[in-house]
């Protein structure tokens, strides 16, 4: 999906600025990493993107059509294809790890065996196959985190929104994460990722076949790209 905004303004349930006229382009398949040290800013800029904020003014284009125009089957339709990462979204504390992950399968129409044994693939590859019948309460923070992206992941959406998805990921599992979702991207998936600046560049340093990032910034209300590329 192709993500747009122009001359969009919006601020957070206080009153303060978020975006103050600002551009945005990102284009249909990219790997864009929102930096930013205002955590507060970061989310909610993802949510309008998510169809949750409207924006106070300006004009937000997703494959070049108005989410917040939508009707209610419309927009249905369109969430059908975006997957989400929220700290808010927590998984369903009385499912296993697998039944997390197959409820997004069956919201999305896909209710077949191979789709359920695509769940246990996912989990093998990420080294979580011992967690599979495991309660959320039985795992770590990071595994939470983990088992989150991938509900969001195994449908392959056409765009996916994760806010802050290696925040709390333990150094072993930030790569396989992060090896997710540059193959999630080589599918053809428009991936927008929020992330705390100094940490995510440091850690991204240690990975190997670095796929090509858009490397953007939110700061004073402004979202604009960053030249600097991390080797």
Excluded: C
Excluded at 67 to 93: I, N, T
Excluded at 117 to 143: F, I, N, Q, R
């Amino acid at each position: 999906m192709l993500v747009q905004g122009f001359h969009l303004t919006q601020t957070d349930a206080s009153g303060l600025p978020i975006l103050e006229d600002a551009y945005f382009s990102f284009p249909e398949g990219s790997y864009t990493v929102l930096l930013s040290e205002n955590v507060m800013a970061a989310t909610a800029f993802l949510k309008m993107l998510a169809g949750e904020y409207r924006p106070s003014s300006g004009t937000l284009r997703i494959d070049h059509q108005d989410p917040y125009a939508f009707s209610s089957s419309q927009k249905r339709r369109w969430l059908s294809e975006v997957g989400v990462v929220f700290s808010d979204f927590k998984l369903f504390s009385d499912r296993t790890v697998e039944e997390n992950i197959f409820f997004t399968l069956r919201a999305k129409g896909f209710w077949d065996e191979q789709s359920l044994s695509a769940v246990g693939v996912l989990l093998s590859k990420a080294g979580l196959t011992d967690k599979a019948k495991l309660l959320p309460e039985a795992l770590t923070e990071g595994e939470k985190q983990l088992v989150m992206a991938l509900r969001a992941m195994i449908f392959r959406p056409r765009l996916l929104l994760a806010d802050d998805p290696f925040q709390g990921v333990e150094a072993g599992s930030f790569g396989i994460l992060f090896r997710f979702l540059s193959e999630l991207n080589k599918t053809g998936t428009t991936l927008v990722l929020s992330a705390r600046q100094a940490a995510f560049l440091e850690e991204v340093k240690k990975t190997e076949n670095n796929p090509a990032i858009r490397w953007t910034q939110l700061e004073n209300g402004k979202v604009y790209s960053l030249e600097e590329k991390v080797s």
